[in-house]
Antibody, heavy 123, light 111 residues
Framework: EVQLVESGGGLVQPGGSLRLSCAAS????????MIWVRQAPGKGLEWVSSISGTGASTYFADSVKGRFSISRDSSKNTLYLEMHSLRADDTAVYYC????????????????WGQGTLVTVSS | QSVLTQPPSVSGAPGQRVTISCTGS?????????VHWYQQLPGSAPRLLIYANSDRPSGVPDRFSGSKSGTSASLAISGLQAGDEADYYC???????????FGGGTKLTVL
């Protein structure tokens, strides 16, 4: 059974940094691209970042480009989202999800989702 | 404003059929990118409901169906049940933004 468990969320001051983790199990981690999607309180879903199965290709939404980085550790079956220069509008539940294939291809969708971790940016 | 446009809410009585529209443009649906649908029950994570316009993952009842034509797509739910109350999101890819995009979401209320 595919399981994705996010952690690392919490309260951070504006301008601060945070690293989110997503522990994956139940599938061959390196065979699938992964994605981070966020949802601000009471709002809809927003794509944040994607990474290929090998980690060689990464993609970012314009709203986080230059501030966030994405990576993965195949030895730990874990996906990461490193967030810097956090702003109030980064406040959201952050979900990790799994693609269907190894590449983050445009036509692809997100098969399995974690339960999310809440990031609150506030002073 | 979302790149994909959905009605904020729809409602229907138990047993009825409802549809949720998702309107795109020439840079997403019109560029032949597929539409996918997710269901988000209250307090839960999103769940894949329909992929590649009209296919259902295993475990999704055939009461849920999807279609896409031109720059529009729709999700139909027949035989409405109380447990279908949720937010529904369409998703695709936009070649102008080079981004995976979601609709704003539609809240389904079962009366």
């Amino acid at each position: 059974e595919v399981q994705l468990v996010e952690s690392g969320g919490g309260l951070v001051q504006p301008g601060g940094s945070l690293r989110l983790s997503c522990a994956a199990s139940g599938f061959t981690f390196t065979s699938y691209a992964m994605i981070w999607v966020r949802q601000a309180p009471g709002k809809g879903l927003e794509w944040v970042s994607s990474i290929s199965g090998t980690g060689a290709s990464t993609y970012f939404a314009d709203s986080v480009k230059g501030r966030f980085s994405i990576s993965r550790d195949s030895s730990k079956n874990t996906l990461y989202l490193e967030m810097h220069s956090l702003r109030a509008d980064d406040t959201a539940v952050y979900y990790c999800a799994k693609y269907r294939v190894v590449v983050a291809a445009p036509a692809e969708y997100f098969q399995h989702w974690g339960q999310g971790t809440l990031v609150t940016v506030s002073s | 404003q979302s790149v994909l446009t959905q009605p904020p809410s729809v409602s229907g009585a138990p047993g009825q059929r409802v549809t949720i529209s998702c309107t795109g443009s020439s840079s997403n649906f019109g560029a032949a990118y597929d539409v996918h649908w997710y269901q988000q029950l209250p307090g839960s994570a999103p769940r894949l409901l329909i992929y590649a316009n009209s296919d259902r993952p295993s475990g999704v009842p055939d009461r849920f169906s999807g279609s896409k034509s031109g720059t529009s797509a729709s999700l139909a739910i027949s035989g409405l049940q109380a447990g279908d109350e949720a937010d529904y999101y369409c998703q695709s890819y936009d070649s102008s933004l080079n981004a995976w995009v979601f609709g704003g979401g539609t809240k389904l209320t079962v009366l």
